[in-house]
């Protein structure tokens, strides 16, 4: 998983986690976990966070995938 993918899928996990506690209802298409994400939605998400990174406007960190899942 590359780090464009990998921060694309933490964003998408917390955006929907994060949701109700704004009053906002997600799409039911977007509202799965990653893998059943449709690939449309998928490689755009992807392809923002990669420009994001290239611009430097976000970095990759140390984050340890496995400290966030749960």
């Known amino acids: 998983m590359t ?3 990998a921060i694309a899928r933490r964003f998408h ?5 994060l949701a ?3 009053d906002y209802e997600t799409r039911e298409a977007s509202r799965k976990p990653w893998s059943d994400v ?6 755009l998400m992807i392809a923002v ?5 290239d611009e430097g406007v976000v970095r990759p960190g140390d984050d340890n995938e ?3 899942d749960g």
Request: proline share 8%.
């Open 66 to 68: 496995e400290a966030h």
């Open 20 to 22: 109700p506690d704004h």
């Open 38 to 43: 449709p690939d449309q939605n998928k490689n």
């Open 13 to 17: 996990e917390t955006y929907e986690q």
């Open 49 to 53: 966070v990669a420009k994001l990174l």
């Open 3 to 5: 780090s464009a993918e």
